[in-house]
């Protein structure tokens, strides 16, 4: 299986610039989209905001009372396979669950530190820090300022040093941005982060690319299937996400459609279910 590819940016609640984003990502193949303060419309009762017809579109929040100031993309593809772990803890974190075609298990946090001066202030940042879940990935903009990752400022942000503390304890290695705001933390041994000025998005935030190798070649899966401990909740859930069937015109359809079905099933038991 190929990389696994996360582009990651603040839009600035830009319309053009979350617009832009979402393009630039399916010009470039890109497999999962962070965006930070994406655009919202006004009457948040009509819970809007900008999709992209290759990639589904996933909220940190059911019910839109206030902004949701993270949300996440992913291409559509039956590579990758995921579901929605939590719900309505916070609209400044959202945790998906992505699973590879081998079966492999992924968390992959979009986070965003509001500054002090806003409403849930530090929340998402107050939840990530205190999970007992250990993210395989966690992108977003903390708004945290420190030398490790600034090399123009000798100050430390208050939760900084806790940020650094829960990335050693969770063997995750850290990049960014030029600003101070914009990181990635990857556990797997390989990953990369880097700018990419060439697809900025308008917004005055860096447009950051994490590329991680070896997703799905990591675990061998050895043993049967224990078909009398399958997690259904769990393969309900991988099955509900995959695309609808299109309509079907040719046999040779039918059965690129039949293979496509037999993936998405083999991949939900490589999840759901633990073996002998």
Known sequence: MKPLTIMQV????????????????HENNFDIIMIQEPWIFRDLTRKQTISHTRYRTFSPLSTWSTRPRVLTY?????????????????????????????????????????????????NGLSILLNSNNDPFFVGGDFNLKHPSWN?????????????INWANQKNSSHTQGRRYDQLAFCSQLGATCKILPDLQTTSDHETLLSVIPNIGNLKDFVG???????????????????????????????EK???????????????SCPRI
Do not use: C
Request: hydrophobic share 35%; glycine share 4%.
């Open 74 to 122: 992913v291409r559509k593809t039956q590579e990758l396979r995921l579901y929605q772990e939590s719900m309505d803890l916070s609209g400044d974190l959202l945790q998906l669950m992505v699973i590879t075609e081998s079966g492999r298990k992924l968390r992959v946090w979009n986070i965003y530190n509001a500054t002090p001066s806003s409403t849930g202030a530090g």
């Open 151 to 163: 090399l123009i400022t000798s100050y430390a942000s208050p939760q900084s040093s806790e940020l």
């Open 10 to 25: 603040n839009v600035g609640r830009g319309h053009p610039s979350h617009n832009l984003a979402l393009q630039l990502a």
């Open 257 to 271: 459609e039949a293979k496509e079905i037999t993936l998405s099933i083999r991949s939900a038991l490589n999840a």
């Open 224 to 254: 049967r299937l224990r078909y009398k401990s399958l997690d259904e909740k769990l393969f309900s859930s991988i099955l509900i996400n995959s695309d609808r069937i299109p309509h079907l015109e040719s046999s040779t359809e039918v």
